[in-house]
């Protein structure tokens, strides 16, 4: 699959600087208070500059840069929990049985998950349990006012709808060339 992503980024450094070496890893820590929705890795809003705009503002402020990114995500080595049923299917597996064997609560949360089966594909030398590139969710958070929604159809009572602006995020754990293709700036936080 091949996607357009958009990272928001400070203006530390300038455009050179942040052009030069955009992505930012954002790190997973919750020892420190630290934690990633999927894990340490490269964020990136899946085709919404409308919504990096919105994390920019609620980040940064008035002063960051939104990139935009070509990347190319080969099937088998990103994990679809957007459009891929059966990964969505093997992770509710893969996750019963993390936290049978690890019955920590901590454990509940994806970020921690994810970053559970790295450390310990990490500490048996081989890939096993987490053998992805990337990952792509939907973040259900209720903020009604940025969704763009369209009811399936009209009936007193029932309201199924689709969300046609949902929040998809793109966290890659890998900053190579094969899948970050090309990258630009797109928009500066000065702009209205």
């Not at 046609?164 to 060339?177: A, D, E, G, H």
């Amino acid at each position: 699959m091949e996607a357009i992503g958009h990272h928001v980024c400070s203006f530390q450094g300038g455009s050179e600087e942040v052009l030069q070496n955009a992505p930012f890893e954002a790190v997973h820590n919750p020892s420190i208070g630290i934690q990633q929705f999927l894990g340490t890795g490269y964020y990136y809003w899946d085709y919404n500059i409308e919504y990096a705009k919105i994390y920019g503002k609620r980040h940064y402020g008035k002063y960051f840069f939104i990139i935009e990114s070509k990347l190319n995500l080969k099937s088998g080595t990103f994990l679809d929990l957007v459009g891929n049923r059966i990964h969505m299917e093997m992770l509710i597996r893969l996750r019963k049985w993390v936290l049978e064997k690890y019955p920590d609560p901590q454990y509940e949360y994806l970020g921690n998950f994810i970053e559970l089966l790295k450390r310990l594909d990490k500490e048996i030398g081989e890939v096993k349990y987490f053998p992805y590139i990337a990952v792509r969710a939907i973040d259900l958070a209720d903020r009604t006012e940025e969704r763009k929604n369209i009811e399936f159809v009209n009936r007193d009572k029932i309201y199924s709808y689709m969300n046609l602006n949902p929040r998809i995020i793109i966290c890659v754990y890998t900053k190579n060339k094969i899948v970050l293709q090309s990258s630009s700036i797109v928009y500066n936080g000065t702009e209205r």
